[in-house]
């Protein structure tokens, strides 16, 4: 298995443009986490699905944040507009929804919002 | 109150040492404890979890459970050069959620 894929691996951006990132968990786990990562806050978890639905949300910072799952493998992050302190590493994990079973990371996307 | 404290550290320790990681959570109705290890620039990998109250060893790694006073450890024995990163403790309840994180250095 491929593990977790996340792409783009570095985005470099301008103040107020729209940015992407996008997942794909492994195959067969039915759960999707995002999570931000800065060095002032540590791992922050904004969003997670259970079988494509979204649970919790109140991480999400503001409504310039968004996430879908429009199915079993695949989901986005959207920020529109993006600001500078936005940048951070930005995570995606997924699992089997049942206790004890661990998160299996992407590598990450690292966000630079100029 | 954060829902998962950890010391950032660093907690620098010699080679051949035991290395001792603290975790404190606040939500009571937590099931299961992960302790994650991530290297730079690297993203978080599983080392253990446990959901029971006791001890749990896996190598030179132990994870201890305390659910009354909502507290979780992981020991690490003879600590390597190779153990230097930061040790992230997880909780999951519905959803997954980590602790800042404590920087370990071992010294050769």
């Known amino acids: 298995d491929a593990g977790v894929i996340q792409s783009p691996r570095h985005e470099v951006t301008e103040m107020g443009q729209e940015v992407t990132l996008r997942c794909k968990p492994i195959s067969g786990h039915n759960s999707l986490f995002w999570y931000r990562q800065t060095m002032m806050r540590g791992l922050e978890l904004l969003i997670y699905f259970n079988n494509n639905v979204p649970i919790d949300d109140s991480g999400m910072p503001e409504d310039r944040f968004s996430a879908k799952m429009p199915n079993a493998s695949f989901s986005t992050l959207k920020i529109q507009p993006s600001e500078p302190r936005d940048s951070a590493v930005y995570f995606c994990?997924?699992?089997?929804?049942?206790?004890?079973?661990?998160?299996?990371f992407g590598q990450g996307t690292r966000l630079t919002v100029v | 109150q954060k829902e998962v404290e950890q010391n950032s550290g660093p907690l620098s320790v010699p080679e051949g040492a035991i290395a001792s990681l603290n975790c404190t959570y606040s939500d009571r109705g937590s099931q299961s404890f992960f302790w994650y290890r991530q290297y730079s620039g690297k993203s978080p990998e599983l080392i253990m979890f446990?959901?029971?109250?006791g001890d749990k060893e896996d190598g030179r790694f132990t994870a201890q459970l305390n659910k009354a006073s909502q507290y979780v450890s992981l020991l690490i024995r003879d600590s390597q050069p190779s153990d230097s990163a930061t040790y992230l403790c997880?909780?999951?309840?519905?959803?997954?959620?980590f602790g800042t994180g404590t920087l370990l250095a071992v010294q050769p």
């Open positions: 997880a909780v999951s309840t519905n959803k997954l959620i």
């Open positions: 446990i959901y029971s109250n």
């Open positions: 994990a997924s699992s089997l929804m049942q206790r004890n079973t661990e998160a299996f």
